[in-house]
């Protein structure tokens, strides 16, 4: 029998299940690039629990990672969202800080907006696959009945 469930659409919904990680990926967006210890200390987590979060979300594609250099210490790994790069700008010298006070004006509303369209598209997505289901098994009972 043919499984019903896609691949990106129950990432999407393992990824936006709990609060903790769509917090995460909102915190994302708003401030760009963040270290799993970062995360973990925002968040109050262990960086064991913050660094599961962040690797199925990476997983599920809804963040990138990057390794970074230190003048002291291992590189660090960070974790970032294609929309969150305001951060990445300031660490390379550039004055993001207009841009971030917008950014913070527009608030969780815009957020939430993107994870729901994200969710919209993963539905989709979904539906179209149960419907060619529905129709392939429609066709195979007529086949049979000939």
């Known amino acids: 029998m043919t499984e019903l469930g896609d691949d990106a659409a129950t990432r999407t919904a393992k990824v936006l299940s709990l609060p ?24 109050k987590i262990h960086p ?10 990476v997983e599920a594609g ?9 003048n002291k210490g291992r590189p660090a790994k960070v974790y970032f969202t294609w929309e ?9 010298g550039v004055d993001v800080e207009a841009a971030s006070m917008q950014r913070e004006q527009q608030g969780e509303v815009e957020v939430q907006v993107r994870v729901l369209e994200r969710m919209l598209a993963d539905a989709q997505t979904q539906l179209q696959r149960i419907r060619e289901l529905v129709e392939r098994r429609k066709n195979i009972e007529f086949e049979e009945e000939i």
């Open 48 to 57: 064991n629990v913050a660094r599961a979060h962040l690797d199925l979300m």
């Open 84 to 92: 969150g790069e305001a951060g990445a700008l300031a660490e390379a």
């Open 62 to 70: 809804f963040l990138m990672t990057e390794t970074r250099r230190r």
């Open 20 to 43: 903790t990680r769509a917090a995460i990926l909102a915190m994302l967006l708003r401030t760009g690039p963040r270290t799993v210890k970062e995360i973990a200390d925002s968040f």
